[in-house]
């Protein structure tokens, strides 16, 4: 079943900081997190297993509770580099390798 | 540079008609995917390969085949069955399951197909 992301969309100014949250219905082995440009491929993030590690990769970090089975990337400080569409891929079971993608948050940063 | 390379970019297909899609990885990656995606939505995967000569439907796999005789190699062909096949076509690879799950996936730059 496919995750849940929320908000749908968002707009920010630079600077400005941003939450983009993931929920899943069933219980979650990992969740990946990837940023899609228009019309480009998706670019890998960041994974987080479950054991409700945090992440983070410059000023984009990321946290995963298993128990409530979600997710949230966290974008601080946002430059317009930042603006594109994420999505989040959730593994159900260990050593599938088989991703399910939320239906993206498209995020736009305006200087 | 190793990475992904999907062709064509641009492909138009007639009603009736078979095509295929190619994907090669010179990654040494053991798995590989191919998603679609429809305007404004996610990504929704139509076949998986753990490993050569091996592959699993995914969630929409109607319509659609695949071959995986090269590890390098795994193209998709979208036969005359699939009614709406107009989407943006993405193909991925990671480096595998098992010892090395909870590997990223890295994607080519994705073929769109339209019909004419």
């Known amino acids: 079943q496919q995750p849940v992301q929320s908000p749908q969309a968002v707009i920010l100014r630079e600077g400005e900081d941003a939450v983009i949250n993931c929920s899943s219905s069933k219980a979650l082995y990992s969740v990946h997190w990837y940023r899609q440009k228009h019309g480009e491929a998706p670019v890998f993030l960041m994974i987080l297993l479950k054991g409700g590690e945090q992440k983070g990769h410059e000023k984009i970090s990321a946290s995963f509770n298993e128990k409530k089975q979600q997710s949230s990337l966290y974008l601080t400080a946002s430059q317009l580099s930042y603006s594109g569409t994420y999505f989040c891929g959730t593994e159900r079971a260990g050593n599938t390798g088989k991703l399910i993608f939320g239906q993206g948050t498209t995020l736009q940063v305006k200087p | 540079d190793g990475g992904i390379t999907q062709s064509p970019k641009y492909l138009f297909r007639k009603e009736g008609q078979n095509v295929t899609l190619s994907c090669e990885q010179n990654l040494n990656h053991d798995a590989m995917y191919w998603y679609r995606q429809d305007p404004g939505q996610g990504l929704r995967l139509i076949y998986y390969s753990q490993i050569v000569n091996d592959f699993q439907k995914g969630d929409i796999a109607e319509g659609y085949s695949v071959s995986r005789e090269k590890k390098e190699s795994f193209p998709l062909t979208v036969t005359s069955a699939q009614k709406n096949p107009t989407a943006f076509y993405l193909c991925?690879?990671?480096?595998?399951?098992?010892?090395?799950?909870?590997?990223?996936?890295?994607f080519g730059d994705g073929t769109r197909l339209s019909i004419l």
């Open positions: 991925a690879s990671s480096r595998g399951t098992g010892a090395y799950s909870n590997q990223p996936q890295h």
